[in-house]
């Protein structure tokens, strides 16, 4: 169901490869709220990704930019707003990659040069971005700029390597622009910590399918997908979050606040039985 939440609005969504990103889903929910918008990833991405059936779906231009250029992303902004004929009022940061786990290095043996190219590309453009809007009064007065998250950013999770030195990066970022933006131009700056969701970069994360499980057992809601994460993106974009900013807003089903649930203790009781019955040759309940 719409509701015109976006009626009248513009924006730029930077990241949609295909239609398991979250980004698409945004835009798909944004064009849907009356939202005209451009869409913008690498040419790489283009050559590889869906983004031509995206745009056409959503009436959308595509403008190639590696986001890490800032002479590609003033392009972006420059193009926007000649595109949708002035400012605009929201963009959408979704955008992260690793070498390191792409190569499967460990977070104690990491290639630098790796780690150096994860935090330009999925942590400092967002800085980049912001800047380049800023320097350009690219944004309308009350907008909103949205950046995916995840809660590796607070707490340690195995696999995700230094994407989650890049997404505390990303927050820190949101935060300190978030004050600046904020104070100048009423501007808010927010990063949403999603659910590991199954997107076509996600899930080459180490044991991807194994922590979805341990977080759909752990959250009270279950894990929240890429769908219900562009319906929460659409209210941050919209008049009705207009003083919400700087913060990191947990988008997981209730992941973030449990400690141990019912459904992963017992499945931790179960292997715990299992590996008694192993080796010692009884069971507990014995």
Same mark, same amino acid.
């Given at each position: 169901m719409a509701y015109n939440l976006l009626k009248g609005k513009k924006g730029i969504i930077f990241g949609a490869l295909d239609n398991k990103s979250i980004a698409w889903k945004i835009a798909e929910r944004a064009y849907d709220e009356g939202a005209v918008f451009t869409v913008s990833n690498t040419p790489t991405a283009?050559?590889?990704?869906?983004?031509?059936?995206?745009?056409?779906?959503?009436?959308?231009?595509?403008?190639?930019?590696?986001?890490?250029?800032?002479?590609?992303?003033?392009? +972006?902004?420059?193009?926007?707003?000649?595109?949708?004929?002035?400012? +605009?009022?929201?963009?959408?940061?979704?955008?992260?990659?690793?070498?390191? +786990?792409?190569?499967?290095? +460990?977070?104690?043996?990491?290639?630098?040069?790796?780690?150096?190219?994860?935090?330009?590309?999925?942590?400092v453009s967002f800085h980049k971005m912001l800047q380049v809007a800023s320097k350009m009064d690219a944004i309308n007065d009350w907008g909103s700029v949205l950046a995916i998250s995840y809660i590796a950013a607070q707490r340690t999770l195995y696999g995700y390597n230094d994407m989650a030195d890049a997404k505390a990066l990303l927050e820190s970022i949101a935060r300190s622009f978030g004050y600046i933006y904020g104070r100048e131009k009423k501007i808010r700056v927010n990063t949403i910590s999603q659910s590991p969701t199954p997107t076509t970069a996600g899930s080459g994360v180490k044991g991807f399918t194994g922590l979805m499980d341990f977080t759909e057992r752990m959250s009270p809601l279950g894990n929240a997908t890429a769908d219900e994460c562009a319906d929460y993106c659409i209210t941050l974009f919209s008049d009705l979050t207009r003083k919400v900013t700087m913060q990191n807003l947990f988008h997981d089903g209730g992941f973030s606040s449990m400690g141990m649930s019912l459904k992963a203790m017992e499945m931790y009781n179960r292997s715990i039985t299992c590996n008694c019955e192993d080796n010692m040759g009884f069971s507990i309940e014995d």
């Open positions: 283009l050559r590889f990704g869906e983004l031509d059936e995206l745009a056409a779906k959503c009436n959308a231009t595509i403008i190639p930019a590696d986001a890490t250029s800032m002479a590609d992303l003033t392009n +972006v902004f420059e193009t926007s707003m000649d595109v949708l004929g002035g400012k +605009v009022d929201f963009v959408l940061h979704s955008i992260g990659m690793s070498l390191n +786990v792409r190569k499967k290095k +460990v977070y104690n043996d990491l290639n630098h040069d790796f780690y150096a190219k994860t935090m330009d590309i999925s942590a």
